[in-house]
C-alpha cells in the first residue's frame, strides 16, 4: 500500500532545502495548530518528537473538539465524543513528549467561524498572548488549501496569529497529500525537509492512540468515519516537508 501523494512527495522532496532538527530546536518554541485530535500526531507526529529529542520546546493547540466524526452514534453524544478525544490527543502528546499544556479552542467540528466572528478574535488574542508568553517563534499548521475546511480556517488563524507576532509560519500536510495537483499547487511555496526517522515510532504509537479515528471503537453512526488505511503510512516517511508561508495558500 502507497501513502497519498508519492508522486507530489518525489517533486516536493527534490527541490527541498534541508533544516536541521538542531536548527529547528533551537531559536525559539514552536506552537502546532491542529484542527482536530489526531492532526498533530498523523501530520507533525515525527517532527514533535524529533524536536522534543533535540531540547527543543514544542506547544500544541486544537482548534476544534472533533465532537462531529461519529454523529448520532448509540451512546455517544457529541460532549462524549469530544472528551475522549481530549484524552486521546493527552495520551498521544505524553508519547510524543510535546509540552502537556495543549489547548483546546473547543470551535465547533466542521463549522468554522468566520474571521469576523468574536471567536476568531477571541481565539487570535488568545494564541497571540500564548506565543508571547511561552517565547513561540515559529507556527506550523495545515496548509490552507488542504480539502477540509477546518484545515483551512485553523491556517486562517495562524496567519493572523503569525503576523500579528511578527513569527515565522509553516505548513504541514495532511489531506493535501490525497490532492492529484498537489506539487503543482505549492509550486510557489518554498520547501523545507527535517529528517524525523528517528521519531517516526513515537508517531505511530501516537497515531494507535487516537482510537476512535481508527474504528471499532465507536459504532452505528450515521457517518462512521474511520481514518484510511493508507493515509496511515505518511507515518513511514523519514522526512517531514514542512512549506514556508508565501503568497499562495
Not at 106 to 133: G, I
Request: proline share 6%; net charge positive.
Amino acid at each position: 500500500m502507497v501513502a497519498p501523494g508519492y508522486r507530489a512527495w518525489s517533486k516536493l522532496v527534490r527541490r527541498a532545502r534541508p533544516l536541521s532538527k538542531q536548527a529547528a530546536a533551537r531559536g525559539g518554541a514552536w506552537l502546532v495548530l491542529a484542527p482536530h485530535p489526531d492532526d498533530e500526531s498523523l501530520g507533525c507526529g515525527a517532527l514533535i518528537a524529533t524536536l522534543a529529542a533535540a531540547g527543543g520546546s514544542v506547544h500544541t493547540v486544537f482548534l476544534t473538539d472533533g465532537a462531529g466524526s461519529h454523529p448520532d452514534a448509540p451512546g455517544w453524544s457529541g460532549q462524549r465524543i469530544a472528551g475522549v478525544r481530549a484524552q486521546e490527543a493527552g495520551a498521544a502528546l505524553r508519547i510524543l513528549d510535546g509540552a502537556p499544556d495543549a489547548v483546546h479552542l473547543d470551535w465547533p467540528d466542521a463549522s468554522p467561524v468566520s474571521d469576523e466572528d468574536p471567536v476568531f478574535e477571541r481565539s487570535v488574542s488568545r494564541l497571540v498572548a500564548q506565543c508571547k508568553r511561552l517565547g513561540v517563534t515559529r507556527i506550523a499548521v495545515t496548509w490552507g488549501g488542504e480539502p477540509h475546511c477546518d484545515h483551512e480556517a485553523a491556517a486562517m488563524l495562524a496567519r493572523v496569529v503569525a503576523r500579528k507576532c511578527g513569527i515565522s509560519l509553516y505548513y504541514y500536510l495532511v489531506w493535501g497529500w490525497t490532492l492529484p495537483d498537489l506539487a503543482e499547487r505549492v509550486r510557489r511555496l518554498a520547501v523545507r525537509s527535517v529528517a524525523t526517522a528517528t521519531g517516526r515510532p513515537q508517531q505511530h504509537r501516537a497515531i494507535r492512540c487516537h482510537r476512535t479515528q481508527l474504528g471499532g471503537r465507536i459504532a452505528g453512526a450515521r457517518e462512521n468515519f474511520r481514518l484510511p488505511r493508507a493515509m496511515l503510512r505518511l507515518a513511514d516517511r523519514p522526512i517531514t516537508l514542512l512549506l514556508e508561508a508565501g503568497h499562495a495558500p
